[in-house]
């Protein structure tokens, strides 16, 4: 029988586990599983995430356009789309938590770490950034904050009942196979990507790891 090849995104999931349990099991994480987190930490976390969200929403624009413009399969735009008409309901959800913890979305200035994933976003929207590699940092980003999430909502987690809502966002099924849907395509743009295209793609990804992480340390006690 033969064998059958590893996935793209397998073969770096394992290469790369490191890094990806780092982005996945971060203390910030970990805290809201085990219910120690520290509610100015979450403040932190929910007024930077907005501001990144807002950021994020023109990154997808450009994700869908690249899908119209070089995709392969028509349905990956449909997929892409629903996961932008989302956003408006993420951007609703983060000024209504917001006002219920009294954080004040209009005073808060982007930090550092934020600053640089925006800029991330920003030169990967150029029209010189081709599909396939827009496509797997989109996968990247959203797999990151379901993985997280999905940990804090499983069982055994003591995450504080009004924190728990936060979690499901991203922990649900839903967004769990939005995100298998992201995967599927990438996949598919990986395996029959260039050399040069398969680097880039990996690169970033791993550079969205770290971002992912300098972002959970922003709302470290005391940073
Ligand atoms: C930093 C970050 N990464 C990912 C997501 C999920 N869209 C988010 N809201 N913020």
């Not at 995967?183 to 990804?205: C, G, N, P």
Request: net charge negative.
């Amino acid at each position: 029988m033969e064998e059958k090849k590893m996935e793209v995104i397998e073969a770096w999931l394992r290469k790369h586990r490191l890094q990806y349990t780092g982005a996945t099991r971060h203390p910030f994480i970990l805290s809201l599983r085990d219910g120690t987190i520290h509610m100015s930490s979450f403040k932190t976390w929910l007024a930077q995430d907005y501001l990144f969200v807002r950021a994020f929403v023109p990154f997808v624009a450009s994700v869908l356009i690249k899908a119209w413009k070089e995709s392969d399969d028509s349905s990956d735009m449909e997929v892409i789309l629903r996961g932008m008409a989302s956003l408006d309901d993420e951007i609703a959800w983060f000024k209504r938590e917001a006002s219920k913890w009294d954080v004040p979305l209009s005073d808060v200035a982007p930090q550092e770490a934020n600053i640089n994933y925006c800029k991330l976003l920003e030169s990967l929207m150029r029209e010189d950034v081709g599909y396939t590699v827009a496509i797997t940092v989109l996968w990247g980003i959203e797999a990151v904050y379901q993985e997280s999430f999905a940990y804090c909502v499983e069982e055994g987690s003591k995450t504080p009942p009004e924190l728990k809502e936060t979690c499901e966002r991203w922990g649900n099924e839903g967004f769990g196979q939005y995100c298998q849907s992201l995967q599927k395509i990438a996949t598919r743009r990986l395996q029959k990507a260039s050399e040069d295209e398969l680097k880039k793609a990996e690169v970033t990804f791993l550079s969205v790891l770290e971002l992912e992480v300098e972002f959970w340390n922003m709302s470290r006690v005391n940073a």
